[in-house]
């Protein structure tokens, strides 16, 4: 057998592994490597399905308000919408989340503080007696993930690169130009540059690879479904999230999305529910809404990857030009993925940014994986 050959192997299908290997594809031969049978089962398929302009840091901000006309692009193309209008309340009902938004409202001008009343009006679960005020954010919306990830994968093919289901990276060795990766399953891939985009796992795909961890941070969230008593007119309400990011939910269909907002440091794993979590917020629900929100139909939960300052990590290891991360997007991945697979092809490619990802307002220095040597542990 011939071996197999291409420019770039990207390792990891999910949300960032095919964005970027989608814009790769534009100028080069594209390998994406997917350890799993099926494409989108961890992180990715446990989405909240959320785009929120007014969620994370400022990094994160921009690349999602970036992100915002290139959904629209993706949609025209599809002929189908990938984001739907879900506005975004940010509720206080305490001295912290009192705290929080006034934060909130200084890092993101586009939001409209409310009192009360406001509040009840466009979520009437909400008990006035204990939320005393809030912001809004028009802009939010919701995504419809399995389209945006299918949309990039069939961007991948049509363009000529290729993914390959059920292949587990074992090795990654440096060559003369540049890498072998050996797999147990299609046999040894030759590349001359690799992005590191394994999510949970991408410290395993380093160290596999030679290149040093960068402190990979995965932090479990569980997410579940309740039925409730007011499902026959929830269906337009918005996002509720508490301000200090205890808790969120959110209608789907005749039940309410409910996550207790948690981040529980966790091994790389297929991620579990956590039922202590899921008694936490039905608890802290009860007490903010009249939802009555009692039995669990359904649950699950994902892996969000942090490094230790929670940005992004992309582009090339310092001393490994031809070795490159997209990592560390937390749970922000799917609502910037748009604008930071843009961002990554062209740091991956050139090593700096173009004049089309400049204008995302990022700089390279905020998310290559240089400055990680500059932080404490």
Not at 23 to 36: H, K, P, T
Not at 54 to 82: C, F, I, Q
Not at 345 to 360: E, I, P, Q, Y
């Amino acid at each position: 057998m011939r071996p197999l050959t291409c420019d770039v192997a990207v390792i990891g299908s999910g949300i960032g592994g095919a964005s970027v290997a989608a814009e790769l594809a534009r100028d080069c031969s594209v390998f994406l490597f997917e350890a799993e049978p099926t494409v989108g089962v961890h992180s990715t398929g446990r989405s909240a399905a959320s785009y929120l302009p007014s969620y994370g840091g400022e990094v994160v901000r921009k690349l999602t308000v970036a992100s915002r006309p290139l959904y629209e692009a993706l949609s025209e193309w599809l002929d189908r919408d990938l984001l739907v209008p879900r506005a975004l309340l940010w509720t206080v009902s305490d001295a912290e989340s009192e705290r929080a938004v006034a934060k909130l409202l200084g890092t993101s001008s586009h939001l409209v503080p409310l009192d009360t009343a406001q509040m009840v009006e466009l979520c009437p679960a909400l008990r006035p007696d204990r939320v005393s005020g809030g912001a809004l954010d028009e802009s939010a919306m919701d995504i419809d993930v399995a389209e945006l990830h299918a949309s990039y994968l069939s961007a991948l093919t049509s363009r000529g690169g290729q993914l390959h289901r059920a292949v587990r990276v074992r090795q990654v060795v440096a060559t003369s130009g540049g890498w072998r990766i050996e797999t147990g399953t299609i046999g040894d891939v030759f590349c001359q540059k690799v992005v590191d985009a394994a999510g949970a796992w991408v410290d395993e795909v380093a160290v596999a690879s030679g290149i040093p961890a960068i402190g990979i941070r995965p932090k479990r969230r569980t997410v579940f479904l309740s039925p409730h008593q007011l499902a026959d007119r929830a269906g337009s309400w918005p996002l509720v999230m508490d301000a200090a990011e205890r808790w969120y939910f959110k209608p789907e269909g005749p039940t309410m999305l409910v996550s207790p907002a948690d981040e529980t440091d966790s091994v790389p794993c297929d991620a579990r529910p956590d039922e202590l979590a899921i008694s936490v917020a039905l608890d802290a629900l009860d007490d903010v809404t009249s939802l009555g929100l009692r039995s669990v139909t359904h649950s699950w939960a994902g892996l969000r990857s942090f490094v230790s300052d929670r940005l992004p990590v992309v582009g090339a290891w310092p001393t490994t030009p031809s070795f490159c991360f997209l990592a560390g997007q937390g749970g922000y991945g799917i609502q910037m993925a748009p604008a930071l697979a843009i961002l990554a092809a062209d740091l991956v490619l050139n090593g700096t940014t173009t004049s089309r990802s400049d204008a995302f307002g990022v700089a390279p220095a905020d998310v290559l994986p240089t400055r990680l040597t500059r932080l404490d542990p």
